[in-house]
């Protein structure tokens, strides 16, 4: 099966821009999802497919990749946005498995 | 309103049983594959597996977690479950039940609060 690799943890000054990234060979393969997770609260999912984002979500975050790298960025991080971040995909094997990373922590400074 | 409304918390002692639940409401359950997610305290997600509630013989286990629990759901009910026959302390976690969305590139779109199980003597 495969694998997803993040950062454990990075910070961004206010207002400023913070480029998550997440690796792995599925992500060759199929795209890459994020969620947002907040201290005591299920994931919300941020982005979607290619770089879709669910209706609420602001448009400060946005999701790119190339080759084995998927990354989430948040333009104008706000104080609200601090918490932890997963991407997520289809294993590359095609098959009904999903694969989370591990996670990366964002603190707002 | 469309959510997953999961069951509540739990207490039990290693070796018991549990069956914990996620009720679907506002889309049609049965259309949908569920994911279960566990999240051990101060950890990250994992993905247990996922189940096709129009088809409970349409399973998806993860490897780490085959033969560990067990899978169903009752489409009358909208309700999926998710069962140990015997737990272990290391069960201790929460766990998330999520709908799964995307023909070839998966994501999960609705997510349950989550079912705190706690296994201890």
């Known amino acids: 099966s495969s694998e997803l690799t993040q950062d454990p943890a990075v910070s961004v000054a206010l207002g400023q821009t913070v480029r998550i990234t997440c690796q792995g060979d599925?992500?060759?393969?199929?795209?890459a999802s994020w969620y947002q997770q907040k201290p005591g609260q299920a994931p919300t999912l941020v982005i979607y497919g290619k770089a879709n984002r669910p209706s609420g979500i602001p448009d400060r975050f946005s999701g790119s990749g190339s080759g084995d790298t998927a990354s989430l960025t948040i333009t104008g991080a706000q104080a609200d946005d601090e918490a932890d971040y997963y991407c997520?995909?289809?294993?590359?094997?095609?098959?009904?498995?999903?694969?989370f990373g591990g996670g990366t922590k964002v603190t707002v400074l | 309103d469309v959510q997953l409304v999961q069951s509540g918390a739990d207490v039990k002692k290693p070796g018991e049983s549990l069956k914990i639940s996620c009720q679907g409401s506002g889309f049609t359950f049965g259309s949908f594959w569920i994911g279960w997610v566990r999240q051990r305290p101060g950890k990250g997600l994992e993905w247990m597996g996922s189940?096709?509630?129009?088809?409970?013989?349409?399973?998806a286990y993860s490897p780490s977690f085959q033969g560990r629990v067990t899978f169903s759901a009752d489409t009358s009910i909208s309700t999926a479950f998710l069962q140990w026959h015997s737990l272990e302390a290391s069960d201790t976690a929460i766990y998330y039940c999520?709908?799964?969305?995307?023909?070839?590139?998966?994501?999960?779109?609705?997510w349950g609060r989550g079912t705190l199980v706690t296994v201890s003597s």
């Open positions: 999520a709908r799964q969305r995307g023909g070839s590139d998966y994501y999960f779109d609705l």
């Open positions: 599925s992500l060759r393969k199929y795209y």
């Open positions: 997520h995909s289809r294993d590359i094997t095609g098959s009904h498995y999903v694969i």
């Open positions: 189940i096709f509630p129009g088809d409970s013989e349409a399973t």
